[in-house]
Structure formats: structure tokens, C-alpha cells
């Protein structure tokens, strides 16, 4: 199965190449280019994953390499369906290189783990799971779009109407993306922790138990929750959501890496290395 991750990382790695190129060139063959590289490497990254699942008959999220492809996988299919909505064409520079990086990362882990654990075939578990990456990997892209957003006000600020100024879309455009991210990401995230008070209370026998990762998620669900507050009561938008959506995507990757190497917690069956 190495080779078809290669080959994955490959056509991840291709369709980065063609969304640089488009944002330097901006001729639209490249962004053709990188879109369809993207959709096949999303199509058999989803076979990939799938295949997994009828195999072992469990959720593949049973170590790093595992919890890490689904995150890449999730990347790539909200950036589809965000390109598809939107035609934010330009955000494909963050989504497919970070796509193509996981998967590098993943890939320096094995992805066989000794024995089975039937933790992992419950379908509350599996739903728990998706909804949770496909709302993480909603707020990956709000991050990437607050950051566009921030350079492209940056440029109008100082008035150099150049290079970046002629290739980013408009601030309304960016910010009203970002907030979809967000919106989306937060209804994914909401959900996908519903699902999992409701699993732990099947599994340890009680909804909340105080592990490390349940409280950091607590946490990020309120800082998204905040900023999602501040906009709809006294309009917080423009460069306010966007460095809101840079420091919620901070506390995402902590709640994501940090807790499970330096604290303990029931969630560190899915980055065992």
C-alpha cells in the first residue's frame, strides 16, 4: 500500500506545482491543472482509505500515519467543495501543499499496528471521527484564508497595488470564505463532539470525563464560538475574524498535537507511532 500513498503524495505534490504556478502565471491552464491533480488525488485517497476500512473492518485512525491521512484527505475535499461553491481558486496554494505535507509526514510513520481494538469498529466512533477532521479541516482553511485575507489588506494599506494586490481575490470575497469556513467548520465540530460525549458515555460510562483532549476541545469549540458571537452581535469581520481564525486554528493544533504527546488522555490510541 506504500506505493499508492506515494503515488497520492505525488499527485498532491503535482497539483501544489500547478496552483504556484497559476498564482504567479495566472494563466488558467495551470489552475486546471492543479484542481484535477487535487480531485484525483482525493479520489484514490479516498479509495486508499476505504480500502483500509474493509480490510481491518476498523476506522484507520489506529496511529499517526492513519490520523494523519484522514486529515489530509479532509483537507482536500472541503477545498473541493469550497472551490466548487466559491471558485476561491486561489486557496488551492494552501490546500494542496498542506494536503501533499501531511501525507509526507504520514508517510514516516507505519501504518500497520500490531492486533485490533474494537474501540475502532463502532459506527458512533466513525461518525465522531469524520465530523470532527471535516469540521478541523473547515477551520485549516478559514486559517488559510485569514491569512490571504491579511496580505491582501496589507497590500491595499500601503497602497502597493502590485504583485499580490492583482492576484488575491477582493477583501469582501475572503472574508466572506473565511466566515463559511468557520461557520461550517464550527457546525462539523459542534456535532462531531455531541457524537463523542455520546460514545464515551457508551465506552467509559460517562459523557465527560475531564481528559486532556475533551477539555482543549472544550476549548477551541469556545474560541470558534466566540468569534462566531462577536460577528453576528457588534459585526465582527475583515481583519478582527481573520486573526481570530489564525489564533483558533493555533489552539487547534495544540488541541490536535500537543495534548496527545505531552499529556495523557483516551486519545492517545490515535497517534501511537
Same mark, same amino acid.
Given at each position: 500500500?506504500?506505493?499508492?500513498?506515494?503515488?497520492?503524495?505525488?499527485?498532491? $505534490?503535482? /497539483? %501544489?506545482?500547478?496552483?504556484?504556478?497559476?498564482?504567479?502565471?495566472?494563466?488558467?491552464?495551470?489552475?486546471?491543472?492543479?484542481?484535477?491533480?487535487? +480531485?484525483?488525488?482525493?479520489?484514490?485517497?479516498?479509495?486508499? @482509505?476505504?480500502?483500509?476500512?474493509?480490510?481491518?473492518?476498523?476506522?484507520?485512525?489506529?496511529?499517526?500515519?492513519?490520523?494523519?491521512? @484522514?486529515?489530509?484527505?479532509?483537507? /482536500? =475535499?472541503?477545498?473541493?467543495?469550497? *472551490?466548487?461553491?466559491?471558485? +476561491?481558486? &486561489?486557496?488551492?496554494?494552501?490546500? %494542496?501543499?498542506?494536503?501533499?505535507? &501531511?501525507?509526507?509526514?504520514?508517510?514516516?510513520?507505519?501504518?500497520? $499496528?500490531?492486533?485490533?481494538?474494537? #474501540?475502532?469498529?463502532?459506527?458512533? #466512533?466513525?461518525?465522531?471521527?469524520?465530523?470532527?477532521?471535516?469540521?478541523?479541516? /473547515?477551520?485549516?482553511?478559514?486559517?488559510?484564508?485569514?491569512?490571504?485575507?491579511? +496580505?491582501?489588506?496589507?497590500?491595499? *494599506?500601503?497602497? !502597493?497595488? =502590485?504583485?499580490?494586490?492583482?492576484?488575491?481575490?477582493?477583501?469582501?470575497? #475572503?472574508?466572506?470564505?473565511?466566515?463559511?469556513? @468557520?461557520?461550517?467548520?464550527?457546525?462539523?465540530?459542534?456535532?462531531?463532539?455531541?457524537?463523542?460525549?455520546?460514545?464515551?458515555?457508551?465506552?467509559?460510562? *460517562?459523557?465527560?470525563?475531564?481528559?486532556? *483532549?475533551?477539555?482543549?476541545?472544550? @476549548?477551541?469549540?469556545?474560541?470558534?464560538?466566540?468569534?462566531?458571537?462577536?460577528?453576528? $452581535?457588534?459585526?465582527? !469581520?475583515? !481583519?478582527? %475574524?481573520? &486573526?481570530?481564525?489564525?489564533? =483558533?486554528?493555533?489552539?487547534?493544533?495544540?488541541?490536535?498535537?500537543?495534548?496527545?504527546?505531552?499529556?495523557?488522555?483516551?486519545?492517545?490510541?490515535?497517534? !501511537?507511532?
Amino acid at each position: 500500500m506504500e506505493s499508492v500513498i506515494i503515488f497520492i503524495i505525488v499527485l498532491y $505534490t503535482l /497539483s %501544489a506545482s500547478g496552483y504556484f504556478a497559476y498564482f504567479f502565471v495566472q494563466k488558467n491552464n495551470f489552475h486546471k491543472i492543479g484542481y484535477y491533480l487535487l +480531485l484525483a488525488g482525493f479520489i484514490f485517497h479516498s479509495a486508499y @482509505i476505504i480500502s483500509g476500512y474493509i480490510k481491518s473492518g476498523q476506522m484507520p485512525v489506529h496511529n499517526l500515519h492513519g490520523t494523519l491521512s @484522514i486529515v489530509s484527505w479532509s483537507v /482536500s =475535499g472541503v477545498f473541493l467543495i469550497l *472551490k466548487y461553491k466559491y471558485d +476561491l481558486r &486561489i486557496l488551492g496554494i494552501f490546500a %494542496a501543499p498542506f494536503s501533499a505535507c &501531511i501525507m509526507i509526514v504520514a508517510i514516516q510513520f507505519p501504518g500497520i $499496528t500490531s492486533g485490533t481494538d474494537k #474501540l475502532f469498529e463502532s459506527l458512533l #466512533l466513525i461518525v465522531h471521527v469524520v465530523t470532527i477532521f471535516i469540521g478541523e479541516a /473547515s477551520l485549516a482553511l478559514a486559517f488559510g484564508v485569514g491569512l490571504l485575507y491579511l +496580505l491582501q489588506e496589507y497590500t491595499i *494599506k500601503t497602497k !502597493r497595488h =502590485g504583485f499580490f494586490y492583482k492576484r488575491l481575490p477582493s477583501l469582501d470575497l #475572503l472574508d466572506n470564505t473565511g466566515y463559511a469556513c @468557520i461557520v461550517a467548520g464550527f457546525t462539523f465540530l459542534t456535532t462531531g463532539l455531541i457524537i463523542g460525549c455520546i460514545y464515551a458515555k457508551l465506552v467509559w460510562g *460517562k459523557f465527560w470525563s475531564w481528559d486532556p *483532549k475533551e477539555v482543549w476541545s472544550g @476549548i477551541t469549540w469556545l474560541v470558534y464560538a466566540a468569534l462566531l458571537h462577536k460577528r453576528l $452581535t457588534v459585526g465582527w !469581520r475583515g !481583519r478582527r %475574524a481573520a &486573526i481570530m481564525a489564525i489564533i =483558533g486554528f493555533i489552539v487547534l493544533l495544540f488541541t490536535f498535537f500537543g495534548v496527545n504527546f505531552l499529556l495523557q488522555g483516551h486519545h492517545g490510541n490515535f497517534t !501511537r507511532w
